[in-house]
């Protein structure tokens, strides 16, 4: 078990937990009092910070915020993007990539990570592949299930998707990319939007090119993550190139990389993007787009407790549960699965966003370390009652 004396001498916390620590009963219902809904207000020019400009709209679809949920893969499934939504400051999530070719051909594990609820409105579903036709049936699909925005996967250096013709590897060949989203925009009527890198290497950086291609093309909006495939997650993401591609074109460009703390979302805004996604930060630190959309209304960012932290993992948790239950009995399709398969499955969904939840927190590594260790939901929840200081309500 831990101690409040085990956390505070924990040496390995390698940023300071902004957490502040008091007594806290388990709540039911929405996620702790900052499940109530954050409206993002533009701060007036008069007080030198009129950087945001709202309602943000991406073709016909408003975004009550210009901030973003980042699409990623194994990370932000449904429970975790309704979870980020209810603490407000949030405008669209973004799901994880799907596969195309899956959806045309119907395949359960492919639809699974195309659901989403009513709560996550709007929601963009991202998909990817590199054959136009394909793409353009898959947009339909995406359309026919009541998503907002369809968006395209041209940022993934995964070798296993870029070696089809995917992800990242379709900056390679502007003019297909270009043909790719042509074709989803004629199939149909909602928003079709691009996320790209900076370009495949340093020797062709081309997201200001590729971003006018795919303008010409039909595409709505634009995401660019500021560094190259070569370089994945290493180095620095270049902002300066960013704000180039928002010089470039005349649709809604985006900006992503590096934003850990909601000041630097604050201050990406201010290079001149319509948006900012955050993907790592969020999963650091869900509460990042609420306290960045607190700034930049003129408030003080909100104090996350530690209990709150602990209380966003069990509703996890609970919600993962909840959406096993939803496929078996057909969500937006049926998927059903064993009852000893899913328990399996959320401890190590929880075991995945605890490599970067636990970041910066105080003994975050011996947190790690018994999630890892859990066998079972049930152990799952006393290690993270016992860490978080949660007080179980008895009835």
């Not at 408003?62 to 979870?83: C, H, I």
């Not at 000893?340 to 011996?366: C, D, F, I, Q």
Request: one cysteine or more.
């Amino acid at each position: 078990m831990f101690s409040p004396a085990m956390r505070e001498s924990d040496p390995s916390a390698s940023r300071p937990c902004s957490c502040t620590v008091s007594s806290g009963r388990r709540q039911t219902g929405p996620t702790s009092a900052l499940a109530a809904e954050g409206v993002l207000a533009a701060r007036s020019a008069a007080s030198g910070a009129g950087i945001l400009e709202l309602p943000m709209k991406i073709g016909k679809v408003s975004l009550a915020s210009t901030f973003v949920v980042a699409p990623m893969a194994g990370m932000t499934d449904t429970a975790f993007r309704r979870l980020v939504k209810r603490q407000g400051g949030c405008g669209l999530v973004v799901t994880e990539m799907v596969s195309s070719e899956g959806l045309v051909r119907g395949i359960d594990r492919t639809l699974e990570y195309a659901e989403y609820t009513e709560e996550e409105r709007p929601v963009s579903i991202q998909i990817f592949g590199g054959d136009p036709a394909t793409m353009a049936e898959a947009a339909q699909i995406v359309e026919g299930l009541g998503a907002d925005i369809v968006d395209v996967n041209m940022g993934c250096p995964v070798p296993k998707i870029a070696r089809h013709n995917a992800g990242c590897s379709l900056m390679r060949e502007p003019g297909h990319a270009a043909d790719v989203i042509a074709a989803m925009a004629k199939r149909v009527k909602i928003p079709v939007t691009v996320k790209m890198r900076a370009g495949w290497n340093e020797q062709s950086i081309n997201a200001p090119e590729l971003a006018k291609r795919v303008e010409g093309a039909g595409a709505a909006a634009v995401a660019v993550h500021g560094r190259t495939a070569a370089q994945s997650y290493s180095g620095e993401s270049d902002w300066t190139l960013i704000e180039r591609v928002a010089q470039s074109v005349g649709i809604p460009v985006l900006g992503s990389g590096d934003c850990i703390e909601p000041e630097q979302i604050l201050e990406r805004q201010a290079t001149g993007v319509s948006g900012v996604l955050v993907g790592r930060g969020v999963l650091r630190n869900p509460w990042i787009l609420a306290q960045a959309a607190d700034l930049a209304s003129g408030r003080a960012a909100r104090k996350v407790t530690l209990q709150d932290r602990g209380i966003f993992l069990l509703d996890y948790v609970d919600l993962l549960l909840q959406e096993g239950q939803n496929e078996a009995e057909g969500f937006r399709h049926k998927a059903g699965q064993s009852e000893t398969r899913h328990e399996r499955w959320v401890v190590n969904k929880l075991r995945a966003l605890m490599s970067w939840y636990s970041k910066g927190l105080p003994n975050g590594g011996h947190l790690r370390t018994a999630i890892n260790s859990a066998s079972s939901i049930a152990d799952a929840r006393e290690i993270i009652d016992s860490f978080f200081e949660i007080e179980v309500a008895v009835p």
